[in-house]
């Protein structure tokens, strides 16, 4: 079976340099050696079909994101080439009156200062989208799996918010192209909590959100990630977070992954699901804190596998970029061979 691997060219124009982080100006992890490194390897394999999406429509953003946000990126297209933007005052929410034409006003929507804008944001986050949109059309026409190499990533994106190299929701995207169509899950495997992800679903019922991740009091997004966040309104009981400590190997992944999150996947019985799909997990990733192996995104992905749900893979992060695309293709081969 062919597995089609969603990929724009301009997805590689948007070249973050640098981040601050806790005060210190620090070469920016999320480079385009990442998706080079992935699609260097997609290219290897006689089973992967790489395909160039389309551009996205607007109204798919839109579906996930609110006109300021879009108007904001509009805006940093203005900026001089190697002109890059970082706020430096973001407002307490409904303190202030934000105006997304105006570039020094992206602290409001923006968390962190490890996301710069710049005038090719647009032009690579729209082009991640896209991926993660047709990848999703894919497994609409018929393709039981699809992978988007959306890069930049998008799990940390909320409504209105961007953030942690975050700047569209691949993720959301995805999954409100299935919600059309039936129930969804999404599993997040990175190893930061999906915020985003949890913020734009967190009042629905229509889509399930999980995530494993790093213990959010010592690992971004910091604020969010608690097993006591389950959802509100309709969207009671329909997220779920769980913690696996620092240095976690894969029996421990393992057990938190099938006992506890796909068993309330299958509880929610989804007609589609949506992965999340980070490798800073991996042994020697710099950012994440777990401790797992090439050979174990083969034996995830085939977990995964066994739900027997159209899915839709969406690349996330993953900053050992010299075996990212290794890993990567361990997961996506582990997933097909057990379809
Ligand atoms: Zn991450």
Redesign the pocket.
């Known amino acids: 079976m062919k597995l089609n691997a969603f990929f724009h060219k301009d997805q590689l124009e948007f070249h973050p340099k640098y981040e601050w982080a806790l005060g210190n100006r620090i070469k920016h992890p999320e480079t385009t050696k990442r998706a080079e490194n992935i699609f260097r390897s997609l290219k290897s394999q006689n089973w992967i079909n790489l395909v160039e999406p389309t551009s996205i429509p607007l109204k798919a953003i839109r579906d996930n994101h609110n006109y300021q946000l879009v108007t904001l990126y509009n805006t940093a297209m203005a900026l001089e080439d190697e002109t890059t933007f970082y706020p430096s005052v973001f407002p307490q929410r409904g303190k202030g009156k934000p105006d997304p034409t105006n570039i020094h006003h992206a602290g409001f929507f923006c968390f962190d200062s490890g996301t710069p804008l710049n005038n090719k944001t647009w032009q690579a986050a729209s082009w991640s989208a896209a991926s993660s949109y047709y990848a999703a059309k894919d497994v609409l026409n018929g393709s039981k799996v699809s992978y988007a190499l959306s890069r930049p990533p998008g799990h940390h994106a909320s409504r209105d918010t961007y953030g942690g190299y975050c700047y569209f929701n691949n993720a959301a995207i995805a999954a409100k192209v299935f919600a059309k169509k039936g129930r969804v899950a999404i599993v997040d495997v ?3 909590h999906g915020n985003g992800s949890q913020e734009i679903f967190y009042k629905t019922d229509k889509v399930f959100v999980a995530s494993i991740h790093g213990d959010p009091r010592e690992y971004f997004p910091y604020y969010m990630g608690f097993p006591g966040e389950q959802g509100t309104g309709d969207g009671l009981g329909h997220n779920m977070n769980v913690i696996l400590p620092t240095g976690t190997k894969w029996p421990a992944y393992k057990k938190a992954l099938t006992k506890t999150v796909l068993t309330a996947v299958k509880r929610y019985e989804p007609d589609y699901l949506v992965i999340s799909a ?1 490798f ?1 997990t991996y042994k020697h990733d710099p ?2 804190r777990f401790q797992l192996e090439t050979k174990d995104y083969t034996l995830m992905a085939k977990e995964f596998a066994k739900l027997k749900l159209p899915t839709v893979i969406c690349q ?2 993953g900053y050992f970029t010299k075996d990212l695309g290794a890993n990567v293709i361990a997961f996506l081969e582990g997933f097909r061979s057990n379809l």
């Open positions: 990175d190893f930061h980070g800073d950012i994440g996330e992060g």
